[in-house]
């Protein structure tokens, strides 16, 4: 099994920055794909990133490609989310997510979740 935490969520400007971190306990880190979803209120969870087990491959949603970069330091057991020019619309909580059988767009899958960090981003 595999616990995560996320942290680095706060509140920031628009155009501002965070860097997210997702803290893997238990079975080996480096046995998962990862995955980033978000959610806020009344919405549902949406796809954000994800990243292949080695690292060599990731994936963006159109609406953070080029703003947002996901990476993974498997000797550390922890994966990243970088993410610059924050905009009001990326105000949510941000979910970390490990999936056995590789990367995934969909929530549906994923094997295991952090409890989440709320992202605020003020106009």
């Known amino acids: 099994q595999v616990q995560l935490v996320e942290s680095g969520g706060g509140l920031v400007q628009a155009g501002g920055s965070l860097r997210l971190s997702c803290a893997a306990s238990?079975?080996?880190?480096?046995?998962?794909?990862m995955g980033w979803f978000r959610q806020a209120p009344g919405k549902e969870r949406e796809f954000v990133s994800a990243i292949t087990r080695s690292g060599s491959i990731r994936y963006y949603a159109d609406s953070v490609k080029g703003r947002f970069t996901i990476s993974r330091d498997n000797a550390k057991n922890t994966v990243y989310l970088q993410m610059n020019s924050l905009k009001p619309e990326d105000t949510a909580v941000y979910y970390c997510a490990a999936r056995r059988m590789g990367t995934s767009q969909a929530p549906d899958g994923y094997d295991y979740w952090g409890q989440g960090t709320q992202v605020t981003v003020s106009s």
């Open positions: 238990g079975r080996a880190f480096s046995t998962y794909a």
